[in-house]
């Protein structure tokens, strides 16, 4: 990878550039699609980024459904003509006892994090409030269906359904503009959800905050591009789009908002 590129991307993105370089050369090499996990947004713009950068290869992103969060790459040569197949993508719906028990994306999430399975085998998990389904990556679908049959103290069971069947999710980013002092952690959150720089900066500290599903204690971590920040008991903020400074020299962006 061209040492250049580095410098627009943060040091600890770096690793996932050097992977992007390793599928992309993969590709030209073997001349074959090459299929990856499922990718948060801001790894999405990353590869993106990367793939028009520095090769002519085609490239599509897919993640069961066409508001999905989080996506499966396919990058391939110019004469491949991908298919939905090729993503690799089950669905399946959580099946429990509605009228008695109620699950949660964190419950849910922890839970199949807690078989032994890595993040990036999982696609999005959405609800419409009572119907729970989650997309998971072929490799690992028998894996998980055969040891998940509780989620909490709730017995479930994962069944399979077919993309016909997929809910409407009853979460929807808000947009919202506003302008921001500077793009620390601390700063956008407190913004946001209308709490002082000394609450926000308590909540980054205390574990209690994400940003693209990592826990990040720093508050003077500067947000970028298509980040995504998940703030315990709050919600959840997606950094949409960057529109450049005011007069005064603040930010003015684009948010995606998911207020609890």
Same mark, same amino acid.
Request: hydrophobic share 35%; aromatic share 12%; net charge negative.
């Given at each position: 990878?061209?040492?250049?590129?580095?410098?627009? $991307?943060?040091?600890?993105?770096?690793?996932?550039?050097?992977?992007?370089g390793?599928?992309?050369?993969?590709?030209? !090499?073997?001349?074959?699609? $090459?299929?990856?996990?499922f990718?948060?947004?801001?790894?999405?713009?990353?590869?993106?980024?990367?793939?028009?950068?520095?090769?002519?290869?085609?490239?599509? $992103?897919?993640?069961?459904?066409?508001?999905?969060?989080?996506?499966?790459? *396919?990058?391939?040569?110019?004469?491949?003509?991908?298919?939905?197949?090729?993503?690799g993508?089950?669905?399946?719906?959580?099946?429990?006892?509605?009228?008695?028990?109620?699950?949660?994306?964190?419950?849910?999430?922890?839970?199949?994090?807690?078989?032994? #399975?890595?993040?990036?085998?999982?696609?999005?998990?959405? !609800?419409?409030?009572?119907?729970?389904?989650?997309?998971?990556?072929?490799?690992?679908?028998?894996?998980?269906?055969?040891?998940?049959?509780?989620?909490?103290?709730?017995?479930?069971?994962?069944?399979?359904?077919?993309?016909?069947?997929?809910?409407?999710?009853?979460?929807?980013?808000?947009?919202?503009?506003?302008?921001?002092?500077? *793009?620390?952690?601390?700063? #956008?959150?407190?913004?946001?959800?209308?709490?002082?720089?000394?609450?926000?900066?308590? *909540?980054?500290?205390?574990?209690?905050?994400?940003?693209?599903w990592?826990?990040?204690i720093?508050?003077?971590? *500067?947000?970028?591009?298509?980040?995504?920040?998940?703030?315990?008991? $709050?919600?959840?903020?997606?950094?949409?789009?960057?529109?450049?400074?005011?007069?005064?020299?603040?930010?003015?962006?684009?948010?995606?908002?998911?207020?609890?």
């Amino acid at each position: 990878m061209d040492a250049n590129v580095y410098q627009h $991307f943060r040091k600890e993105e770096h690793p996932f550039i050097d992977t992007v370089g390793d599928w992309l050369e993969q590709v030209t !090499s073997q001349y074959a699609p $090459f299929l990856t996990d499922f990718l948060d947004p801001r790894q999405m713009y990353i590869l993106e980024t990367l793939i028009r950068q520095n090769s002519d290869l085609a490239y599509t $992103f897919y993640g069961g459904y066409e508001q999905a969060e989080r996506k499966r790459c *396919l990058i391939y040569p110019d004469y491949y003509t991908p298919e939905t197949t090729d993503y690799g993508i089950a669905l399946f719906e959580i099946v429990y006892p509605v009228k008695f028990a109620t699950l949660s994306h964190g419950k849910i999430l922890g839970t199949m994090m807690s078989v032994g #399975v890595k993040r990036e085998y999982f696609g999005d998990i959405i !609800s419409d409030g009572e119907r729970w389904q989650v997309f998971v990556a072929n490799e690992v679908a028998h894996y998980v269906t055969s040891q998940i049959d509780k989620i909490g103290r709730i017995s479930v069971r994962l069944e399979e359904r077919g993309y016909t069947d997929i809910i409407v999710p009853k979460d929807e980013w808000s947009p919202e503009r506003t302008t921001l002092s500077s *793009l620390r952690l601390d700063t #956008v959150i407190s913004t946001v959800y209308n709490i002082s720089r000394q609450r926000s900066k308590q *909540l980054v500290e205390a574990g209690k905050v994400k940003v693209n599903w990592t826990e990040n204690i720093r508050p003077d971590f *500067l947000v970028d591009l298509l980040d995504i920040i998940s703030v315990r008991g $709050f919600g959840r903020v997606q950094i949409q789009e960057l529109e450049g400074k005011t007069k005064k020299e603040k930010y003015r962006v684009l948010l995606g908002v998911l207020r609890k």
